[in-house]
């Protein structure tokens, strides 16, 4: 009953992350190909995009890329590195970054290559102030503020999540990611008054 109640609410946060994805890149003028970068099973951006043709799924691991195929046909598939991207400068009009950048080992990395890559770009990821741990899939209310190892592995069996999983999760701060992308605007995804994520976005100068 509680997972289903979480998925429920995070398919809807998705919904309405979409929504503000459209509006603020203005999607249906972006030219060329966009770019899910850290698509994996295509369950947010791939899955809603109204032209699975222009999309390029791009994902390190295998497996979900397969589980994208299987759902999506359509799409072109890149199995590679977002550190490493094997594309051309500005060779992408839009790159779309959905709760990718908080699990890399590189950030700047990852950032470099999304603005070499882009004509424009929107990236998500998580606050780490926020009161719910939201990478896990039943959300553990006030998480971060446990200070003893024990006690979150502790929590995390209680909910059914994966510790290892929750733990790697590696959160940027609104000026660090304001450092990674000098260049690109910074909004939030509110629950109430909380930042429940940042939006880092540049659209492109000819998509407005």
């Known amino acids: ?18 929504r503000t994805l459209c509006e603020l890149m203005n999607v249906d003028r972006v030219k060329g ?23 390029i799924l791009l994902d390190v ?7 994208a195929k299987e759902r999506y046909p359509g799409l072109c598939f890149i199995v590679a590195d977002g550190e490493r991207l094997p594309l051309a400068n500005s060779s992408i009009g839009m ?15 990852l950032a470099a290559e999304i603005r070499r890559v882009s004509q424009s770009f929107f990236l998500q990821t998580p606050n780490k102030d926020f009161p719910l741990e939201t990478h896990s899939f ?15 592995r502790f929590v995390c069996e209680l909910v059914g999540a994966d510790y290892e999983y929750v733990s790697g999760v590696r959160y940027l701060s609104e000026p660090g990611l304001k450092q990674l992308f000098p260049e690109a605007a910074i909004t939030y995804e509110k ?6 994520s940042f939006y880092i976005y540049r659209p492109a100068t000819n998509s407005r």
């Open 1 to 18: 009953m509680i997972r289903s109640s979480m998925q429920r609410l995070r398919q809807s946060f998705r919904r309405s992350r979409y």
């Open 95 to 109: 790159t779309v970054c959905n709760s990718v950048i908080e699990h890399v080992d590189d950030p700047d990395a």
């Open 61 to 67: 691991d295998l497996n979900p890329v397969r589980e």
């Open 191 to 196: 629950v109430l008054a909380w930042k429940k």
């Open 33 to 55: 190909f966009v770019l899910d970068l850290g698509g994996g099973s295509a369950s947010f951006f791939a899955a809603a995009y109204h032209k699975p043709d222009r999309i």
């Open 138 to 152: 039943v959300a553990i209310p006030f998480y971060h503020f446990i200070p003893w190892t024990w006690l979150r």
